[in-house]
């Protein structure tokens, strides 16, 4: 049943245009959160609530807090979240994720909304991971655009070098390790450097 359900989400994004995670890329996800025992989860950008609903899924003692600033978007998000049953275990806000403060610390942080903003959720989040916490990123490679944005429009290109300088913010963060895994739509998977 579970399995049917997910699938009529996989369509309907794709019939609407909505982007949710590439295949391997959820698969990498769900799987990282298995093998490291995740409880905590915070995710900015819901979408249609896909990620939240397959990370949720892993094992019922996940919690999962989702924010998403489009209203349309919370909406189909809340009444896929409630068809799934997992109301109990997701929480999602209506909001903007830079303008929350959220005081609970987290295990995971997964980043995976407005892409020109990254820098900005990465800092304004980053204390809100547990001491072992890894802050988890998609859609680095940007359809392949970040090794090659010649065939782009104006803007489109200015996605692509925030998405660049996200990238080398990453390489030279001091603070946190990064490790890049070419999978799904690129991925990135930072944790606090040992002192």
Do not use: W
């Not at 699938?7 to 698969?27: C, F, Q, R």
């Not at 609530?49 to 209203?71: C, F, Q």
């Not at 892409?115 to 998609?138: E, M």
Request: proline share 1%.
């Amino acid at each position: 049943m579970v399995h049917i359900q997910l699938e009529s989400l996989e369509k309907y994004a794709k019939e609407n245009h909505v982007p949710i995670m590439l295949k391997d890329g959820i698969n990498y996800l769900t799987d990282y959160i298995k093998k490291n025992n995740i409880q905590n989860i915070l995710e900015i950008g819901s979408a249609i609530g896909y990620s939240a609903i397959k990370m949720a899924l892993v094992n019922e003692n996940i919690k999962v807090t989702t924010i998403e600033k489009n209203k349309t978007m919370y909406e189909i998000a809340l009444k896929n979240i409630n068809n799934f049953n997992l109301s109990s275990q997701i929480c999602i806000l209506n909001e903007d994720a830079l303008d929350v403060d959220i005081v609970d610390k987290y295990d995971l942080i997964f980043i995976d909304a407005a892409k020109s903003q990254y820098i900005k959720f990465f800092n304004k989040f980053k204390d809100n991971l547990t001491a072992n916490g890894v802050i988890i990123t998609d859609n680095l490679n940007f359809h392949g655009l970040v090794k090659d944005d010649s065939n782009c429009s104006r803007n489109t290109r200015q996605l692509v070098r925030k998405i660049r300088n996200y990238i080398t913010f990453l390489k030279e963060n001091t603070e946190f390790k990064t490790e890049f895994i070419e999978l799904g739509d690129g991925i990135s998977v930072s944790k606090k450097s040992e002192l």
